[in-house]
Nanobody, 117 residues
């Protein structure tokens, strides 16, 4: 099993920044990618950004110029740096780990990001 623990969410004003962290533990061998998804009220969960085991990244178009994903392999931690936050970024942000061998997804419990004045 893989355990994912998110941190760093909170309330921020429009235009502000936050950095989310996701600490992974457990059986991490074979994890091919980690990423961040978000789910706003009454909306479906959507991909925000992901990073593969070799460092390739992709970031969703709505946040491409504002969000950056990175990882610290020594700490088994993935980060999401969010700048120029907008009210529409308000959502619960979930950390995800994917093991392609079995097509298995692991999820954290989520961290709430609220962008409001």
């Amino acid at each position: 099993q893989v355990q994912l623990v998110e941190s760093g969410g909170g309330l921020v004003q429009p235009g502000g920044s936050l950095r989310l962290s996701c600490a992974a533990s457990g059986r991490l061998a074979g994890i091919n990618a980690m990423g961040w998804y978000r789910q706003a009220p009454e909306k479906e969960r959507e991909l925000v950004a992901r990073i593969t085991s070799v460092g390739s990244t992709n970031v969703a178009d709505p946040v491409k110029d504002r969000f950056t994903i990175s990882r610290d392999n020594a700490k088994n931690t993935v980060y999401l740096q969010m700048n120029s936050l907008k009210p529409e970024d308000t959502a619960v942000y979930y950390c995800n780990a994917y093991r392609s061998l079995y097509g298995t997804n692991y999820w954290g419990k989520g961290t709430l990001v609220t962008v409001s004045s």
